[in-house]
C-alpha cells in the first residue's frame, strides 16, 4: 500500500524558516517524481514545487521561488520542503505528492499544517 | 501559466441524479487533465486522469470526457458519499495548475 507521511509543520513566525518532510513507502520511492502542494484554509489547491526521480530537474511555483527548497534522500524514501523568509500567505495544509510532467498527481500524503503568524 | 477555469463553484443535487462539472483551460492541454474529489478533512484523491480514465478503485458513476480545452466530470447516480469538493488540474504544462473547486452537496 502506498504511504506519503509528512511531518514537521507548526506555527512559525513571518520571516523565520521551516523544514516539512515526507516520507514514502509501498513504492520504489526512487523512481517517481515527487510534488508539494498546499491548500490554504478554506481555499482551493496550489501546486508548489517538484522534484524529479534522481533530482535532475525541479521546478517551482513562482510564489515561492527564491524561498523555498525541495530537495530528497532515496536512500531515506523521503522528500523535504526546506522554506525560508515565510509569509503569512504561506499559512497552508502542505500535502506531498506522488506525479510528474504529464502523470497525474495519483496519491497524497494527509497534510501537515503550517501557520505563519507572529 | 494556463489557467482552469471550473464550473459551477457550488452545486446542490438530490439523490440519484446526475450531475456534470465543466472545466476550461486557457489554451490546449491535450487531455493531460484530472479530477480530483476532496472529502471534508480528507487529502484529495485522483478520480480521472487522462480526461477521460478512471482510477483504480473509482465506481463507475464517474465519467470524465472532454478534449482540447473543455472538459467535464459527470456523477450519475449521485450518492451520499459524492458529497464532496471536486477539482480539475492540468498537468500538460509547467506549472501545473488546478480549478478553483467545486463543492457538491446533497439538496
Known amino acids: 500500500e502506498v504511504q506519503l507521511v509528512e511531518s514537521g509543520g507548526g506555527l512559525v513566525q513571518p520571516g523565520r524558516s521551516l523544514k516539512l518532510s515526507c516520507v514514502a513507502s509501498?513504492?520504489?520511492?526512487?523512481?517517481?517524481?515527487m510534488n508539494w502542494i498546499r491548500q490554504a484554509p478554506g481555499k482551493g489547491l496550489e501546486w508548489v514545487a517538484y522534484i524529479s526521480s534522481g533530482s535532475s530537474y525541479i521546478y517551482y511555483a513562482e510564489t515561492v521561488k527564491g524561498r523555498f527548497t525541495i530537495s530528497r534522500d532515496n536512500a531515506k524514501n523521503t522528500l523535504y520542503l526546506q522554506m525560508t523568509s515565510l509569509r503569512s500567505e504561506d499559512t497552508a495544509l502542505y500535502y506531498c505528492?506522488?506525479?510528474?510532467?504529464?502523470?497525474?498527481?495519483?496519491?497524497w500524503g494527509q497534510g501537515v499544517m503550517v501557520t505563519v503568524s507572529s | 501559466d494556463i489557467q482552469m477555469t471550473q464550473s459551477p463553484a457550488s452545486l446542490s443535487a438530490s439523490l440519484g441524479e446526475t450531475v456534470t462539472i465543466e472545466c476550461r483551460a486557457s489554451?490546449?492541454?491535450?487531455?493531460?487533465l484530472a479530477w480530483y474529489q476532496q472529502k471534508p478533512g480528507n487529502s484529495p484523491q485522483l478520480l480521472i486522469y487522462?480526461?477521460?480514465s478512471l482510477a483504480d478503485g473509482v465506481p463507475s458513476r464517474f465519467s470524465g470526457s472532454g478534449s482540447g480545452t473543455q472538459y467535464s466530470l459527470k456523477i450519475n447516480s449521485l450518492q451520499s458519499e459524492d458529497v464532496a469538493s471536486y477539482f480539475c488540474?492540468?498537468?500538460?504544462?509547467?506549472?501545473?495548475?488546478f480549478g478553483g473547486g467545486t463543492k457538491l452537496e446533497l439538496k
Open positions: 505528492a506522488r506525479g510528474a510532467t504529464v502523470v497525474p498527481f495519483d496519491y
Open positions: 487522462d480526461a477521460n
Open positions: 488540474q492540468q498537468y500538460n504544462n509547467y506549472p501545473w495548475t
Open positions: 509501498g513504492f520504489t520511492f526512487s523512481n517517481y517524481g
Open positions: 489554451e490546449d492541454i491535450y487531455s493531460n
